[in-house]
């Protein structure tokens, strides 16, 4: 592996349901520079989670390749170890009786639920513990899935991905659906696993989602990359405007940024 290059995708073309939704994609991400990849609803955003978790293959074409942690042949086990991925759908596939401590020790096993030869050992429930503490989850361990808000249930599914410590953590969308006192929460979570050492992979349309710790803005749209650069390049009124395709102003504070209509 190419020093501190984790994904490496050249000439990559995806296809979901008899289309092409990722096209001539040319992209390497690289450990310790957390990225967020912004656009609008549709435009390939999910599509490129699903090839970075080996849920999508690509095209086999003889000018193109995916490399993951420098490996074109990637086993899932070693690949979960070193890769958290959080979604919303993952949340759709709990039961609403399981307890949220089950929820992140069934990390570890990579299951929906304990079996029952599936036994957490005294170092895994530690790791539990301290999880739960750190995304402020203690309080509601023992708490039914089911009975917990959606802002719980988010950094919940943080704490699941991280049981193993891999070395990046991508989140879809991860503010879907949460109100705003559930939102700020997340972020202050996601800005203190970047100030920790974890490489941040935030997929998301909102631009008042994107921390200050980010250090790269991709842009995508139509299944195309379509904007590379620092979140002083990016993040502007004029290249977020033609990537929305309507009139945009930005307003900055504290290294966060708001979009208004111009």
Same mark, same amino acid.
């Given at each position: ?7 490496? *995708?050249?000439? $990559? #073309? ?7 939704? /990722? ?8 450990? &310790?520079?957390?990225?967020? %990849?912004?656009?609008?609803?549709? *435009? ?14 690509? %095209? $086999? ?27 919303? #759908? ?10 949220? +401590? ?15 030869? @599936? ?23 023992? @708490? ?10 988010? =950094? ?11 070395? $990046?953590? $991508?989140?879809? #969308?991860?503010? +879907? ?10 972020? @202050? ?13 935030? %997929?998301?349309?909102? %631009?008042?989602? /994107?921390?200050? #710790? ?12 379509? &904007?590379?650069?620092?979140?002083? @390049? ?7 405007? *033609? ?13 966060? =940024? ?5």
């Amino acid at each position: 592996m190419t020093a501190g290059i984790w994904f490496d *995708a050249q000439n $990559v #073309e995806a296809w979901l349901g008899g289309r092409a939704v /990722i096209s001539e994609l040319n992209l390497q991400l690289r450990l &310790g520079e957390s990225t967020t %990849i912004l656009g609008p609803n549709g *435009a390939g955003k999910s599509t490129l989670v699903k090839l970075i978790d080996r849920n999508l293959y690509p %095209i $086999v074409k003889p000018d193109s390749h995916l490399h993951l942690f420098g490996s074109s042949n990637v086993n899932l086990w070693q690949l979960r170890r070193r890769l958290g991925v959080v979604s919303s #759908e993952l949340e759709t596939r709990f039961l609403p009786q399981i307890s949220a +401590r089950e929820i992140v020790l069934s990390g570890f096993f990579g299951s929906m639920r304990l079996g029952r030869d @599936q036994t957490a050992n005294s170092n895994q429930t530690d790791t539990v513990t301290e999880l739960l503490t750190k995304l402020n989850l203690a309080s509601i361990a023992d @708490q039914r899935f089911g009975s917990l808000s959606d802002g719980q249930k988010r =950094r919940l599914m943080i704490a699941r991905a991280l049981v193993h410590d891999p070395a $990046v953590l $991508v989140l879809d #969308e991860p503010s +879907r659906a949460l109100d705003l006192k559930a939102c700020h929460q997340l972020l @202050q979570s996601l800005r203190q696993l970047c100030r920790n050492g974890t490489t941040l992979v935030l %997929i998301t349309h909102r %631009i008042d989602t /994107i921390i200050p #710790e980010m250090g790269r803005v991709l842009f995508i749209n139509q299944g195309k990359l379509c &904007g590379d650069g620092n979140p002083q @390049q990016q993040l502007q009124a004029k290249p977020l405007s *033609a990537l929305f395709d309507t009139p945009l102003s930005v307003v900055e504070h504290q290294g966060f =940024r708001q979009v208004l209509p111009a």
